[in-house]
Structure formats: structure tokens, C-alpha cells
């Protein structure tokens, strides 16, 4: 089973897939941690190539639960994915989950990614990148998207599942952890 789980920023992708890829005994593939590079450098962005390669490696195997919103890898993705979850929670629990989680990263300092340096500082969240206004900035446009694309994948080989609660959530993992054996 290969599912990859998609939301808007803050929504808890990471966290879902984590869980999920722990609960299927499976590989987690975090496709931040394949674009983030160094210093704050979006290989998604600087060389699109690279990272449609390098999330391609990632998702070679034949089980996974992959986390990410990247354009330049849905085909990829979506390609391999048997499952499809799309986390569309309300903005204001969604604001409140990526509100908490970059104040525990600014005051932990930890680094997000092994290797890269990168970390959350309290200085950067008024930025137009930091995920705080991302996750503002970006909410209805992602809507939007995953509608559309949900849309598309009716009818195709792709299950989807649209979770709306948190409960739903748990009820999912429970579920597909079942259905992969684990």
C-alpha cells in the first residue's frame, strides 16, 4: 500500500503520515525534507528536476506514506499512490495547529531536517514564506485545489479519502493499518 497524504499547510500531514507509516510498519517519506535543502533552499524551486528525481527515489519502494503538497512531484505521486488523503480540516484548527507547532520549533531551535541547519526562528513569522501566513495565505487556494483534483481521481484507480475531523483521522489510520496487515 503506497498513500500520500496531502492538506494545507499546518494541517498535520507529517504528523498523519508519521502515525499512519508507524501504525502500516511502512517507510514515511517526507517530501519537505527532499525539497528543504541547507540554508532554507527550495530544491523544489531552484532545481525542479532534481527534486522531481530525488522524491521519485523516495518513492520507489512498494510501501510507503509519503506527506507533501509539491506540484513538480503530484505526478510522481499520484503515479504510485494506491491511496490518496487529503486533510481538510476548518482554518481556524488548522491556524491553531501550525500556530502552536512553529512556536515549539522557534523556542526548541531544533534542526527540521537532519543536516540542514534549518530551523524555525521567532524573527521570521511575519515573513511571507513563514507557515503561519502560508497556512492563511494559502487556505482557500488549496481547497480549492484538492476539490478539483478529488474531482479528477473519482473515478480512477486512486482511492481517496477526505478527512474533515480529527477523529476521521484516527479512524483512517485504524483502518488502512488493518486493510496493510500491520
Wanted: hydrophobic share 45%; net charge positive; proline share 4%.
Amino acid at each position: 500500500m503506497r498513500v500520500a497524504a496531502v492538506g494545507t499547510s499546518g494541517s498535520g500531514k507529517t504528523t498523519f503520515a508519521g502515525r499512519l507509516a508507524a501504525a502500516m510498519g511502512v517507510r514515511h517519506v517526507e517530501l519537505d525534507a527532499v525539497t528543504w535543502q541547507a540554508g532554507w533552499v527550495a530544491l523544489h524551486e531552484t532545481d525542479p528536476a532534481e527534486f522531481v528525481r530525488r522524491a521519485g527515489e523516495a518513492l520507489a519502494g512498494e510501501d510507503w506514506v509519503a506527506c507533501g503538497n509539491y506540484i513538480t512531484s503530484r505526478p510522481t505521486l499520484l503515479a504510485r499512490a494506491t491511496d490518496l488523503v487529503w486533510l481538510d480540516y476548518p482554518r481556524p484548527l488548522v491556524m491553531a495547529r501550525v500556530i502552536r507547532r512553529s512556536f515549539v520549533r522557534a523556542a526548541g531551535q531544533e534542526e527540521l531536517w537532519p543536516g540542514t541547519g534549518n530551523r524555525e526562528a521567532f524573527a521570521d513569522w511575519f515573513g511571507r514564506e513563514h507557515p503561519i501566513r502560508w497556512a492563511w495565505d494559502t487556505y482557500d487556494r488549496r481547497k480549492r485545489q484538492y476539490e478539483a483534483l478529488f474531482g479528477m481521481l473519482a473515478d480512477g484507480p486512486v482511492r481517496t479519502w477526505r478527512v474533515t475531523r480529527p477523529w476521521e483521522a484516527e479512524a483512517l489510520i485504524a483502518r488502512l493499518a488493518a486493510e496493510a496487515g500491520a
